[in-house]
């Protein structure tokens, strides 16, 4: 039986999926990206079995050269194939991962209608939230929850993150509960994310993908500022491997 592997290069973590000719997902792995990506590939790839493999994150392009046999795609096709086999109602994906944001709009047979993405600044990615919980003194796994436990909004206006972490400084000398400062700092990222969607799609269930989707703070604002559906795969970050995969075994 043929073997599709799917894998996903971003700026924080690699996924890895690997398909049957039925499409029904037979390994999955991931691990961090570290500064050699293409050292970390070889190693997620040791061990698995795969006929043929595609590429996609903002790595693939390393993969292919490295890989002579790998094919590649963008990023925005990978998402919508593999967010489509999981929520085939879905009308539009928001994906922040740890270097970029993507809005996508879907039409109903889960094809790319129109999207905008933010890869020029680490404002609104998972980059920026790590380094406002740093500047706050909270882990990345606890920065969420200490923004949900705030008991008031407080407004980070500078969403450039030199700015905003200069804006912090600032809040934290002046006594600002931290908490509090945490939620803004989620409130900016969600305003902008809020935004991009809206731009792109103004109705129908949302799936959101991308590291960042395992915030709960952010999952909760994202919902409240849509009033509409938002959709959370078990494990968010494994929708580009997934898409990449699935498109594979499409073309066999």
Do not use: W
């Not at 924080?12 to 990206?33: C, G, N, P, Y």
């Not at 994150?57 to 993969?63: A, E, I, P, T």
């Not at 998402?79 to 740890?98: N, R, S």
């Amino acid at each position: 039986m043929k073997l599709y592997a799917g894998i996903d290069i971003g700026s924080r973590t690699i996924e890895l999926v690997v398909v049957d000719k039925h499409k029904k997902i037979m390994d999955f792995r991931q691990a961090d990206t570290g500064f050699d990506p293409i050292t970390q590939a070889h190693q997620i790839l040791e061990g698995v079995d795969y006929d043929q493999i595609m590429a996609t994150g903002y790595g693939r392009g390393l993969f292919e050269t490295a890989f002579d046999e790998a094919g590649t795609v963008t990023e925005i096709k990978a998402h919508a194939k593999g967010v489509t086999a999981f929520f085939p109602g879905a009308m539009a994906i928001l994906d922040i991962g740890g270097q970029d944001s993507k809005a996508i709009a879907l039409n109903d047979k889960g094809r790319v209608k129109k999207f905008e993405m933010n890869d020029r600044c680490a404002a609104g990615t998972g980059k920026f939230l790590e380094i406002m919980a740093r500047n706050l003194g909270f882990s990345i796994d606890d920065f969420g929850a200490a923004a949900l436990g705030a008991q008031n909004d407080l407004s980070i206006n500078s969403m450039c993150t030199v700015f905003a972490e200069s804006e912090v400084t600032s809040l934290i000398a002046r006594g600002a509960d931290r908490r509090e400062i945490a939620r803004g700092v989620h409130l900016s990222v969600v305003k902008r994310a809020v935004g991009m969607i809206n731009r792109v799609s103004s109705q129908g269930p949302i799936v959101f993908s991308g590291g960042v989707a395992n915030n709960l703070c952010i999952r909760e604002l994202v919902s409240r500022k849509l009033s509409r559906q938002v959709l959370v795969p078990e494990i968010p970050q494994m929708m580009g491997a997934l898409g990449a995969a699935l498109i594979l075994a499409d073309q066999a």
